[in-house]
């Protein structure tokens, strides 16, 4: 299981800051682990995986704000989202990217809602 | 970006219908389409993969079908737990992206 956590509330400008931690016993290498968000406006979105060894890739629309880092040995993983706006308000959920041929989300985090606002 | 658009957008069905919703990406995807459902206040969870293949303990009721860029999915006897929004998502190239969405209601 994931389990997403970190502020609720970010102000505009400001650095939006996950963690998502994967349940013992899950292994944590072998696997892409991604960020999907989820708003009104925007529906989901795919924002970006990073791999055990720390290859990662990124949506290009948030490319030039975005960084995630992983910690194989406290099995969790990051997000970090620079300079948010009011845009960038929405679900947040961990998931993992699984198959090596098809790939599909199968493990899904609870999600936390974080609000850009002053 | 491949675009994803869903049709309906939403529907209205009673327990015992058949529904089929469906989705086209603005490109050719092969056959890496995959569907999930969400309920309010929940995380969406992954039905269908590689267009047709139920993911482990999802109901035979469900089903995935297509290719390229026409793909379908069908629930063939609606059940009360049915009722939810429905999300394609390609995973042919990045950024992967979803649909958005299908709600199927009383």
């Known amino acids: 299981k994931l389990y997403a956590a970190g502020p609720g509330l970010v102000k505009p400008s400001g650095t939006l800051s996950l963690s998502c931690s994967v349940s013992e016993g899950s292994l944590i290498h072998n696997k892409w682990w991604t960020w999907v968000r989820q708003s009104p406006g925007k529906g989901l979105e795919w924002i970006g995986e990073?791999?055990?060894?720390?290859?990662?890739n990124y949506n290009p629309s948030l490319k030039s704000r975005v960084t995630m880092s992983i910690d194989e040995s406290k099995k969790q993983f990051f997000l970090n989202l620079m300079s948010v706006t009011s845009a960038d308000t929405a679900v947040y959920y961990c998931t993992t990217k699984s198959g090596s041929y098809y790939n599909w989300f199968d493990i899904w985090g609870q999600g936390i809602q974080v609000t850009v606002a002053s | 970006d491949i675009q994803m658009t869903q049709s309906p957008s939403s529907l209205s069905a009673s327990v015992g219908d058949r529904v089929t919703i469906s989705c086209r990406p603005s490109?050719?995807?092969?056959?890496?389409l995959n569907w999930y459902q969400q309920k309010p206040g929940q995380a969406p969870r992954l039905l269908v993969l590689?267009?047709?293949t139920l993911q482990n303990g999802v109901p035979s009721r469900f089903s995935g079908s297509g290719s390229g860029t026409d793909f379908t999915l069908v629930i063939t006897t609606l059940q009360v737990e049915d009722f939810a929004t429905y999300y394609c998502q390609q995973s042919y190239r990045t950024p992967f992206t979803f649909g958005p969405g299908t709600k199927v209601d009383v």
């Open positions: 490109q050719y995807v092969g056959k890496y």
């Open positions: 990073i791999y055990y060894e720390g290859s990662a």
């Open positions: 590689g267009s047709s």
